[in-house]
């Protein structure tokens, strides 16, 4: 079995991971199918036909098809150089943070740059109108249908003892609500309605992700990797083992 270093869930529950050495794999359902080809960083899952890695060099590549099996297109003019963050989203597009923290989108065979962000440091996004993104200062960034049609808005950021926390991870769902980790391991939901941040008491995780409401998995320090038990995706779940790949 390999240690998991991250995992991405899709806007259609499409699930994939990557381990501590740089292997892929995707849930079928009942178990992991390693992926026989890639070796990379980060694996982005936007939906089947939508999935996306980076790859220590900076490079970025597209699955060619929906299988576990797929081979790997290399996209070689991505704007700038090397890559931070990726994400891709249910609406078929791919977000990206580059070497010199640039904030682009890739949709319909074209790079765009909504808002020109230049301060990026990992991004998330679960629709075309449901993206965010933590910049190098730490602050929390959104755009879309939550923050009232503006291109970048900065919300609050989950607290612990009345102080905002660091954020290690962020993940935007499909339907709107945003989970995240911090640098301590804790879980954080943010309502889609209520817009507020709620602790998860019942596990700790460097990582988390999700896709619809429903479906959220994590990964915790030891690279075990668990998903939410609640169908409903409540913030006060419980988080059920998965096997390791």
Known sequence: MAKVKSVSVGGDRTVWCVDVN???????GGQWRRN?????????AGRADNVWCRNS????????????????????????????SISANIDGELWLVNGQREVWRWRSN??????????????SSGSSSRVCYV??????????????????AAVRKPTLNGVEVTLRSVSYSVEGPIWA???????????????????NENG??????????????????????????????FVNTYWHPYPEP
């Open 22 to 28: 740089g292997r892929l794999y995707k849930w079928d």
């Open 57 to 84: 060099l900076g490079e970025l590549f597209v699955a060619t098809s929906a299988g576990w099996d797929t081979g790997w297109q290399r996209l070689s003019d991505f704007p700038g150089n090397e890559l931070r």
């Open 204 to 233: 700790l995780a460097v990582q988390v992700a999700v896709g619809p409401t429903n479906e959220v998995w994590v990964v915790n320090r030891a690279g075990q990797i668990f998903r939410a038990s609640h169908s409903l995706g």
């Open 181 to 199: 980790t911090d640098t301590n391991d804790n879980i954080y939901k943010r309502g889609r309605t209520d817009r507020i941040w709620r602790r």
């Open 36 to 44: 026989p080809t890639a070796i990379a960083e980060e694996v982005a």
């Open 110 to 123: 074209q790079w765009t740059t909504p808002g020109s962000a230049r301060d990026g440091q990992l991004v």
């Open 135 to 152: 910049n190098q200062s730490g602050a929390l960034k959104l755009s879309g249908v939550d923050v009232g049609g503006l291109t970048w």
